[in-house]
């Protein structure tokens, strides 16, 4: 059934599938192959599934607990009592934009994945590839990367980012001795520019209500002209 459903879809939407699943594969791969690494994927996550099928069960039934058999919200007083999962038995990583200069990636990694990696005698850890991709491209086209070294028990991390009036991915990599498992593909951000294009004296009545009301005078950092570093005193 899976096998077939995958027959059905095109080469592109094979590759996006693989893609959004954190499969490595190269342009040059045959549609027999894709189709092959995906099968093997899905059953391995069915396999998984099954292993914590309690952990899932009692995941599932918390998000519905915010709703009544009736339809309606809990009460202030129920909703003291729900507790969220720890993690959601997924890979993801997801990554969002603070400001121009920083930006906040958090991850999850399901339950059996961290069993493997601790158990493991190969293991060298967890790294952050941060890459600098076209802003138009549908497929992922690199124009510069660096990597974040991190910890197995680490699930966050603010990212400085080097340049603006790009786009940003991160991918989440698992390290095996000299081999390299790519765990996760976070969303694609665009960094706007540091700077205003304008001063106040030539903004028009509209842009000068706008800056207003950002506050930025108030942050004692000049916003003109210049895309170097700045920071902020409390």
Same mark, same amino acid.
């Not at 990212?159 to 390299?180: A, D, E, F, M, V």
């Not at 706007?192 to 930025?216: I, K, N, Y």
């Given at each position: 059934?899976?096998?077939?459903?995958?027959?059905? @879809?095109?080469?592109?939407?094979?590759?996006? @599938?693989? #893609?959004?699943?954190?499969?490595?594969?190269?342009?040059?791969?045959?549609?027999?192959?894709?189709?092959?690494?995906?099968?093997?994927?899905?059953?391995?996550?069915?396999?998984?599934?099954?292993?914590?099928?309690?952990?899932?069960?009692?995941?599932?039934?918390?998000?519905?607990?915010?709703?009544?058999?009736?339809?309606?919200?809990?009460?202030?007083?129920?909703?003291?009592?729900?507790?969220?999962?720890?993690?959601?038995?997924?890979?993801?990583?997801?990554?969002?934009?603070?400001?121009?200069?920083?930006?906040?990636?958090?991850?999850? $990694?399901?339950?059996?994945?961290?069993?493997?990696? *601790?158990? *493991?005698?190969?293991?060298?850890?967890?790294?952050?590839?941060?890459?600098?991709?076209?802003?138009?491209?549908?497929?992922?086209?690199?124009?510069?990367?660096?990597?974040?070294?991190?910890? $197995?028990?680490? *699930?966050?991390?603010?990212?400085?980012? +080097?340049?603006?009036?790009?786009?940003?991915?991160?991918? @989440?990599?698992? @390290?095996?001795?000299?081999?390299?498992?790519?765990?996760?593909?976070?969303?694609?951000?665009?960094?706007?520019?540091?700077?205003?294009?304008?001063? +106040? #004296?030539?903004?028009? +009545?509209?842009?000068?209500? $706008?800056?207003?009301?950002?506050?930025?005078?108030?942050?004692?950092?000049?916003?003109?002209?210049?895309?170097?570093?700045?920071?902020?005193? #409390?």
């Amino acid at each position: 059934m899976i096998r077939r459903r995958l027959e059905e @879809l095109s080469l592109q939407a094979l590759f996006a @599938l693989a #893609e959004q699943n954190g499969l490595d594969l190269g342009p040059d791969t045959d549609r027999g192959s894709v189709i092959e690494e995906l099968e093997d994927l899905i059953a391995e996550n069915q396999e998984d599934r099954e292993q914590n099928n309690s952990v899932t069960v009692r995941i599932q039934q918390k998000k519905f607990t915010l709703i009544n058999d009736d339809d309606t919200p809990l009460t202030g007083e129920q909703l003291d009592g729900f507790e969220l999962p720890d993690d959601y038995e997924i890979n993801k990583i997801t990554l969002m934009l603070r400001d121009p200069r920083w930006a906040f990636a958090y991850w999850d $990694l399901s339950s059996a994945k961290k069993r493997e990696y *601790s158990e *493991s005698s190969r293991f060298d850890g967890i790294s952050l590839r941060v890459i600098e991709v076209e802003r138009e491209k549908q497929e992922i086209v690199i124009r510069d990367s660096f990597e974040i070294p991190v910890q $197995l028990s680490d *699930s966050s991390w603010y990212i400085h980012i +080097p340049r603006q009036k790009t786009s940003y991915r991160i991918q @989440l990599i698992g @390290l095996i001795q000299h081999r390299r498992e790519l765990l996760a593909v976070s969303n694609r951000i665009y960094v706007p520019a540091a700077h205003l294009p304008v001063t +106040p #004296e030539a903004m028009t +009545p509209r842009q000068m209500a $706008l800056f207003e009301l950002c506050g930025m005078e108030y942050l004692e950092v000049s916003p003109f002209g210049s895309d170097a570093a700045q920071s902020t005193q #409390e």
